[in-house]
């Protein structure tokens, strides 16, 4: 992953064959110090793991998508969970016939590349666990 500041607050990421966004991503937090982003990405995948989360067991269900796909939308937020940097990205991805597959997404693999703007806030958002759901969701009266 390169990645170039074009803005004060604003980063594009270019990520290479093989990487994957969400752990290069919240690296990349760690090492900025950011505590409040957004992003959007496009570009192709060859091979992720999206979730789809299961009421009743209180985990994400997974989707594995085992072929190139387009990354033809990838939407995300950066907030700080347990004292780090935690990336939520959603994504459509396209597959051959033009059929799509989304949902939350837990890895993917780069191939050939995924164009990532980054932007970050000059605030803090907090995660705060939900108990209902178990998941660490952003509380903005945190
Ligand atoms: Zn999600």
């Known amino acids: 992953m390169d990645a170039r500041r ?5 980063w ?3 990520f290479h064959k093989g990487d994957d966004p969400v752990s ?17 990405a496009i570009g192709a995948f060859r091979g992720a793991v999206l979730g ?29 969970g347990e004292g780090e ?3 939520h990205a959603h994504a459509v991805l396209g597959r051959r016939d033009g059929s799509t597959v989304g949902g939350h997404l837990l890895r993917g693999e780069v191939w050939p590349t995924l164009e ?7 605030a803090h958002l907090r995660k705060r666990r939900d108990p209902e759901t178990g998941l660490a969701l952003i509380d903005l009266s945190a």
Do not use: N
């Not at 990532?116 to 000059?122: D, E, M, T």
């Open 116 to 122: 990532l703007v980054l932007r970050a806030a000059p």
């Open 85 to 87: 940097p935690k990336v």
């Open 12 to 14: 594009v990421l270019v």
């Open 52 to 80: 789809y989360f299961d009421r009743d067991r209180r985990e994400y269900d997974e989707i594995p998508v085992e072929e190139q796909v387009e990354v033809l939308s990838l939407l995300g937020d950066v907030a700080v």
């Open 6 to 10: 074009i803005e004060a607050d604003t």
């Open 24 to 40: 290069l991503l919240e690296g990349f937090a760690r090492e900025q110090g950011l505590t409040a982003a957004s992003f959007t």
